[in-house]
């Protein structure tokens, strides 16, 4: 499809948008330790209570402070910290950690109070589920306290046991032995369907969806920098039945999926996922003018880089876009992609020559920015 499209750029670049709450994820460094300690005793005193005694709490949150977390960040654990995006403070929401210990690899999540259920803790979450998989990791564990015990289920982790935890004083804290196995995020070649991000769901098109479609796909606007357009209702159907033919292909290699707006399920647009050799996919996206300036272009796109990196196991992830559609070049950028080249008379189409920019990104580059 390629990312040919024409809408105003969204505002502000964030990991995770859901307004009016926005909030952005990075890796943590040294100087964040003060910020991830204030995070963690908010954590522990705000919503321990509702778990354990006082006295319990109390020594809980005793010995948190920012040395415990440079300490660790020595021995190698992986920290991540959620930002708010609402307050020029730069509040740290809350932080997730990979570590390893011998053979196992764990995690652990704490959000403020505040924030519980906003969608932090499982970005964070995801954040350090990555690192693990990055890491060689088969599977996860943690001793989770009974405050955290229904957030870890909800990600995939099975209760195996219960005991308790010695706190510094000696005190008894119950809590719940877990884990979680990763051999289905491991798994490579496919793309794990419908994907939801915070507003959307992406799912495979089906027959029904022909008159959402062509409301688009027939917009002059929509089509201004696409090689086609505007479509008539015959073409329209025909792209269809194109469309419906990739998903029953052996191996798939065309993932060109509906995107819905998860509230009122609505489809709003199109994303697409190619994989053009073993190691390579080319990314493209179209929305309906009447969703355009929300972000959702830029929220499908990340969805798909991730799919492409941690499902399919490409290497590198591509994009086309008209040197003119300034719009959808910054989509490509806030999605990670960087500028590669300038492809002059790219395409003939429409009676006239298209000039590209020409954006990637590689696997190794998403690692090291997709926090930042």
Not at 158 to 163: A, F, K, M, S, Y
Request: one cysteine or more; proline letters at 3%.
């Amino acid at each position: 499809m390629g990312a040919r499209e024409s809408y105003p750029i969204d505002a502000v670049l964030y990991c995770v948008m859901n307004h009016p709450f926005s909030f952005e994820i990075r890796r943590a460094e040294a100087p964040d330790s003060e910020a991830i300690a204030a995070a963690h005793l908010d954590s522990i005193r705000s919503i321990g209570p509702g778990y354990y005694d006082d006295a319990i709490v109390r020594d809980w949150g005793a010995r948190v402070q920012a040395g415990l977390y440079l300490r660790a960040m020595k021995r190698g654990e992986v920290f991540f910290i959620a930002i708010d995006g609402r307050d020029s403070g730069r509040t740290v929401l809350g932080f997730s950690s990979h570590y390893v210990e011998g053979t196992q690899h764990g995690v652990g999540v704490y959000v403020r109070g505040s924030v519980t259920r906003r969608g932090v803790g499982s970005a964070l979450f995801r954040a350090a589920e990555d690192h693990a998989i990055a890491s060689g990791a088969a599977s996860l564990q943690i001793d989770a306290s009974l405050a955290a015990v229904d957030f870890y289920i909800r990600h995939g982790f099975d209760d195996v046991g219960r005991g308790v935890h010695r706190l510094w004083s000696g005190r008894p804290m119950p809590c719940v032995f877990m884990a979680k196995s990763l051999s289905s995020r491991v798994q490579r070649g496919t793309i794990a369907l419908p994907r939801h991000t915070s507003r959307l769901t992406l799912r495979d098109m089906c027959a029904a969806d022909f008159d959402a479609i062509h409301a688009y796909a027939s917009d002059p606007e929509v089509t201004r920098y696409m090689f086609y357009g505007p479509r008539s209702e015959e073409d329209t159907r025909a792209y269809l039945e194109r469309v419906l033919a990739t998903q029953v292909g052996t191996p798939r290699r065309v993932w060109e999926l509906a995107i819905v707006e998860t509230g009122d399920d609505r489809l709003v647009g199109a994303c697409d996922l190619t994989r053009e050799h073993a190691d390579e996919a080319d990314l493209g996206f179209m929305l309906s003018r009447e969703v355009w300036g929300r972000g959702f272009a830029t929220e499908a796109a990340r969805a798909l880089v991730r799919a492409g990196f941690d499902e399919l196991g490409v290497k590198r992830i591509f994009a086309t876009c008209d040197v003119a559609n300034h719009a959808s070049a910054r989509v490509l950028e806030k999605a990670g992609l960087r500028r590669e080249a300038t492809l002059d008379r790219h395409k003939f189409a429409k009676e006239m020559w298209f000039t590209s920019f020409l954006y990637a990104i590689t696997y190794e580059q998403w690692l090291e920015t997709r926090y930042d």
